[in-house]
């Protein structure tokens, strides 16, 4: 276990998330949870938990269930609000199951993939959220193609001056950067 890895099971968040006794294949971390977990952000205040099924009925039991302030997903709030227990994540962009699926785990943890976090916090366009794209594309850009990726993350090259585009998830997608028109993942 790593450093940073042994410092997430230690985080107050991740020691409550592992009170509630998700269902492992019922929850993903949402929010700047993944940005944590790979040291792009040095902490959070809050974790967003979006669950489907049995996670769910268990959030549901633990406290009232409210709707939250986007596209009607409705939200259990937990901890005085540090962890947000939700039942889907932007509905308008993903498909639930689908978005829970697209999972990455970072030392049995289960976080969206970096080309989600970017999508919605550009969509949110909230300060916090411009100060995470900043750094986020910093960490994608920064990172030379001759650098190992870890093993959720594919090489990533970038066209000077350009962010790359992100598509796919899992080390079997590449980012096909030869052309600014020709941004599509291919297999390898």
Do not use: C
Request: proline fraction near 9%; charged fraction near 25%.
């Amino acid at each position: 276990m790593t450093q940073q890895h042994a410092s997430l099971h230690s985080h107050p968040l991740f020691v409550e998330l592992a009170r509630l006794d998700l269902p492992d294949e019922d929850y993903i971390l949402a929010g700047s949870g993944p940005l944590l977990a790979r040291g792009i952000r040095a902490d959070i205040t809050d974790l967003d938990v979006v669950v489907r099924g049995r996670a769910w009925d268990i959030a549901r039991r633990l406290g009232p269930v409210v709707t939250a302030p986007w596209e009607g997903v409705r939200r259990v709030v937990l901890n005085g609000g540090s962890l947000d227990v939700l039942n889907g994540w932007f509905p308008s962009m993903w498909d639930l199951d689908e978005f829970i699926e697209t999972r990455e785990y970072i030392d049995g943890l289960p976080f969206a993939p970096l080309d989600r976090v970017l999508r919605w916090k550009r969509r949110l366009g909230r300060a916090k959220d411009i100060a995470d794209i900043n750094a986020l594309m910093e960490h994608l850009v920064g990172r030379s193609p001759l650098t190992p990726a870890g093993a959720d993350e594919p090489p990533l090259t970038a066209i000077a001056g350009e962010p790359p585009a992100l598509s796919g998830t899992g080390p079997q997608n590449r980012i096909d950067m030869t052309s600014p028109t020709s941004r599509k993942p291919t297999r390898s």
